[in-house]
């Protein structure tokens, strides 16, 4: 962006340290982190519309590990959409940003966002999440091509239910999995319907765990997350950028192209413009028919 300042009418962003270098190696800058998201705008705002966010901020881009920050803050501008959430765990309210247009986006990657983690719920039904999320975390001495076999795993189990997956890169280490729920469902049974499906893989790849310790899980097993399926817990969504070498992105996939030789470096923050113009957004049925859990489960 040529200017420091984004005017949309009363929604003014204020940029700052435009040439501030975040991926030291790569040399790409926080101005690179707002220019794409200005430009990723059509395509991720529909993962991000209504939900509230939990913001990873990295001012010094990757020289340090930054900090986490859930309540706006007193510094947020007045126009800034936010809503009051009870903690439990806390013991009071929390403001949370509501990211529903494209001045919001750029004002979190001024905050230095890099990448962009919503619920899986929307405000109308809090309760209630839109998909089940998969996450297939592997350890660092798991290859890439058997979170792929992992995944291809997932598919397999779903296919077997008359499900569909929608499939993506982490951006980091691993793959997410969703499957569209439409809101219909609780986080509980979100939950267990996760459950599921991670046992079923475990009885099928020896390399793959539930144990989420660690310690106890071994090095070289690949931990199956189903407790992202609580309300609250949050992941990279589509689109967004992650805090990785080569400044990657959570990619949304094909099924045919989940196969060995894949890997989330394929996917970066020069080359997934095009990638989405070519193909479209191929992740949008997640956000579409949910599937019938109990019909799910009678096939098991």
Not at 8 to 27: A, M, Q
Not at 55 to 78: E, T
Request: hydrophobic share 40%; net charge positive.
């Amino acid at each position: 962006m040529g200017n420091d300042i984004i005017d949309t009418g009363r929604k003014k962003v204020h940029f700052s340290h435009l040439d501030k270098v975040f991926w030291p190696d790569e040399g790409f800058t926080k101005g690179d982190v707002i220019n794409y998201y200005n430009a990723v705008f059509p395509y991720i705002s529909r993962y991000l519309k209504d939900r509230p966010q939990s913001l990873l901020r990295m001012p010094n881009g990757l020289n340090d590990k930054g900090f986490f920050q859930k309540d706006a803050g007193l510094a947020a501008p007045s126009w800034l959409k936010t809503v009051a959430i009870h903690s439990e765990s806390a013991a009071k309210d929390i403001n949370y940003i509501i990211c529903n247009d494209r001045p919001t986006l750029l004002y979190l990657a001024n905050l230095g966002c890099i990448e962009i983690n919503p619920w899986n719920s929307r405000l109308k039904k809090l309760d209630q999440p839109d998909y089940v999320v998969i996450d297939i975390d592997p350890s660092e001495h798991n290859t890439f091509d058997q979170v792929v076999e992992v995944a291809q795993a997932v598919k397999q189990i779903l296919d077997r239910m008359g499900v569909t997956g929608y499939p993506k890169t982490s951006g980091a280490t691993g793959i997410h999995v969703y499957v569209p729920l439409a809101a219909r469902y609780t986080y509980e049974q979100a939950k267990n319907f996760a459950f599921v499906i991670a046992s079923m893989v475990t009885r099928l790849l020896s390399f793959t765990t539930l144990e989420r310790s660690l310690s106890k899980r071994g090095k070289d097993k690949i931990y199956i997350d189903f407790l992202q399926n609580r309300k609250g817990q949050t992941l990279a969504c589509a689109y967004s950028l992650r805090p990785r070498p080569g400044a990657t992105v959570s990619a949304p996939l094909e099924w045919s192209e989940v196969k060995p030789g894949l890997h989330p470096s394929d996917f970066h923050i020069k080359n997934i413009i095009s990638r989405i113009e070519k193909k479209g957004d191929i992740f949008a049925g997640v956000l579409q028919k949910g599937i019938d859990l109990k019909k799910c489960l009678a096939e098991v």
